[in-house]
C-alpha cells in the first residue's frame, strides 16, 4: 500500500493567506503536486499534496500553521474523455462513498491522477482491484 499523505492547512478566509501559505512553501523548496481549496464565511481548508510531505508540514508548523496530516489514494484513470466518469460510475456500482476528490497537476502516459478521500478504503481498493485500476506510487507522482 502507497502512503501518499495529504496535509490539511486551516487558513483564515482574508485576501493574502493562501499567497502567505504558498510563500513559506516556495521559501522551503516544496513542490506543490495538487492543491485544493474549501471554504467557509470565515476560514478555510487548504489540502496539498507536497513533493515532501514532512518538510513541508515541518516549514508549516515552524510558520505557526495550524493543519493535519491525512492519508489520501491517487488513483490513475485514462486521460480522455469519460475516463474518470467511468471510475466513478464503478465506485458507485460498488456503493463507495467518496467523501471528496481533486486532481493533481500531473498527467503522464494517458493518465490522469485524482486523489480520493473514501469513508471506505478498503471497499474502494476492492472496487478498483476488481476491474483493475491502478494506484498510483509515490515515484510516478515524484514524492518523497
Given at each position: 500500500m502507497t502512503n501518499i499523505?495529504?496535509?490539511?492547512?486551516?487558513?483564515?478566509?482574508r485576501a493574502g493567506s493562501l499567497a502567505e501559505v504558498t510563500g513559506m512553501l516556495a521559501e522551503s523548496g516544496i513542490n506543490l503536486r495538487a492543491l485544493s481549496i474549501a471554504e467557509s464565511a470565515d476560514y478555510g481548508v487548504l489540502r496539498i499534496i507536497a513533493d515532501d510531505a514532512e518538510k513541508a508540514t515541518a516549514a508549516l508548523l515552524e510558520k505557526g500553521c495550524v493543519l493535519s496530516m491525512t492519508p489520501v489514494t491517487v488513483v490513475s484513470v485514462p486521460d480522455e474523455p469519460a475516463g474518470l466518469s467511468e471510475v466513478l460510475k464503478l465506485l458507485a456500482?460498488?456503493?463507495?462513498?467518496?467523501?471528496?476528490?481533486?486532481?493533481?497537476?500531473?498527467?503522464?502516459?494517458?493518465?490522469a491522477y485524482m486523489v480520493f478521500r473514501v469513508a471506505d478504503e478498503e471497499k474502494f481498493r476492492a472496487v478498483l482491484s476488481a476491474h483493475g485500476i491502478g494506484l498510483a506510487t509515490k515515484e510516478e507522482l515524484g514524492l518523497k
Open positions: 499523505h495529504q496535509i490539511s492547512i486551516f487558513l483564515e478566509n456500482e460498488g456503493s463507495v462513498d467518496i467523501e471528496y476528490m481533486y486532481s493533481l497537476f500531473t498527467h503522464q502516459n494517458a493518465k
